[in-house]
């Protein structure tokens, strides 16, 4: 069957098992995918072509982010609401083997009051001169299985999914080590910087009385803003990052304008809505991070919005609720997501065997948000129109690989992350 796109005609994070009865079958197969066309990011609502990067800034990038907000994601809180405080707690002045620099810190959200907080990890170069590019992402476990070393603390929360009681977890120390890579981070020059997803906000539909959760839903109800719009826990962690951000320009150590957002699965979407909300971010990195991030929805290939909003529904706000069964009705597609991101570097990673977040519909993505990166002189994809082979990045400031494997981050997606920080952040 003939597929119709916007632009061009081309040739585990968690499996949950699912019930037939609550969501229909998971579709792998690419005769199956329905045809579709897609948004188009270059029309404004009024009917108007965009033609220039004025007209994109000024006039349909803020359409487009408001439509995100507004039916997918959820408002994003003004910065203003947090009061942050930043205290370092220790320094490991010989970490990673006499590599690294190792900090460890506590940002308080509402100082002078103890809670909200999240713990803080930071890896810096030893040799070379600061202030150093940095990447910052959130991990999934908590800060000290990031790395093996024995001085990181242990996060003390009791609450989310994947957190148990303090003494449970000296087990768990280094088991995320391959997903960090932090003595190739270093090693190339860069400050890593990290903090458990879950301190910010729990990654359960109950526990609203943990992390940041009172601290939004208080900035709600002060602007009045309907619940359907509130944001959803990826929101709610970009803007956790964002906070995190603003920690980050106060450490002489790093140059904040130089700030990599990275993220896997979920975290990969919510980096990715992240770097679309806060231009501050000078390159943003989504790995595996499939529908919701930088798939296509209207694929309805591997996970689906259907799915989502049965098992993760408060990721995202009540309103795309709406969109469950009418795919096509959505006023928007992932395409977009990265088109908001523009004119700064991004990278979609996608693995081989993770059909479940569809690889080709991540690079498809890619693919039709370059007519936008166009509009400011860029190189966009570079020409590229075809899904790569495997292991075969392709692209320019927009850059794609789909690599061998599960779905993971490996040591051969940090090269390659790496790499591209070279070019657009050295």
């Avoid at 932090?182 to 997803?197: D, R, S």
């Avoid at 509130?230 to 990052?241: D, E, Q, Y």
């Avoid at 000078?282 to 798939?295: M, Q, R």
């Amino acid at each position: 069957m003939k597929k119709v796109f916007m632009l061009f005609l081309l040739t585990v994070t968690f499996v949950v098992p699912y019930s037939n009865a609550q969501n229909p079958p998971v579709n792998y197969d690419e005769s199956k995918v329905p045809e579709y066309i897609l948004p188009d990011p270059l029309t404004a609502n009024d009917g108007t072509k965009i033609t220039t990067a004025e007209n994109w800034m000024n006039k349909r990038r803020p359409e487009i982010l408001e439509i995100f907000k507004n039916e997918l994601y959820g408002v994003m809180p003004d910065a203003n609401i947090a009061k942050l405080h930043y205290a370092e707690r220790q320094v490991d002045e010989n970490a990673l083997e006499g590599k690294a620099i190792r900090k460890e810190g506590t940002l308080y959200f509402n100082w002078p009051e103890t809670e909200p907080k999240v713990e803080i990890l930071t890896y810096l170069p030893k040799e070379g001169n600061g202030p150093f590019p940095a990447f910052l992402g959130l991990n999934f476990l908590g800060n000290h299985t990031v790395s093996t070393e024995p001085g990181i603390l242990i996060s003390d929360i009791s609450y989310g999914t994947r957190m148990n009681l303090k003494e449970d977890q000296e087990t768990l120390r280094g088991k995320q080590w391959e997903r960090w890579q932090p003595e190739m981070v270093v090693g190339h020059g860069y400050a890593l910087v990290t903090a458990y997803y879950e301190e910010i906000a729990p990654d359960k539909a109950s526990d609203e009385e943990f992390g940041v959760i009172p601290l939004i839903n208080g900035y709600m109800k002060s602007a009045g803003l309907p619940d359907e719009v509130a944001p959803g826990r990826i929101s709610v962690w970009a803007w956790g990052l964002s906070r995190i951000l603003d920690t980050m320009e106060t450490m002489p150590e790093i140059d904040a304008k130089r700030v990599a957002v990275i993220g896997h699965s979920r975290l990969g979407k919510t980096a990715l809505w992240a770097g679309a909300n806060d231009p501050r971010f000078a390159l943003v990195i989504s790995n595996n991070s499939g529908c919701g991030g930088a798939a296509l929805y209207r694929r309805e290939f591997g996970e689906t919005l259907d799915r989502m909003n049965v098992v993760f529904p408060y990721w995202f706000c009540k309103n795309m609720g709406k969109y469950v069964g009418k795919i096509n009705t959505l006023p928007f597609d992932q395409h977009e997501l990265i088109a908001l991101i523009a004119p700064r570097p991004v990278y979609v990673a996608s693995a081989e065997e993770d059909q479940w977040a569809d690889p080709r519909g991540e690079f498809l993505s890619c693919l039709n948000a370059d007519p936008v990166y166009r509009l400011f002189n860029t190189d966009g994809i570079a020409g590229v129109t075809k899904w790569p082979a495997v292991n075969n990045p392709v692209g320019g400031i927009i850059h794609y690989h789909v690599r061998t494997g599960i779905h993971n981050v490996t040591a051969y997606d940090w090269e390659q992350y790496l790499l591209f920080a070279d070019k657009y952040m050295k």
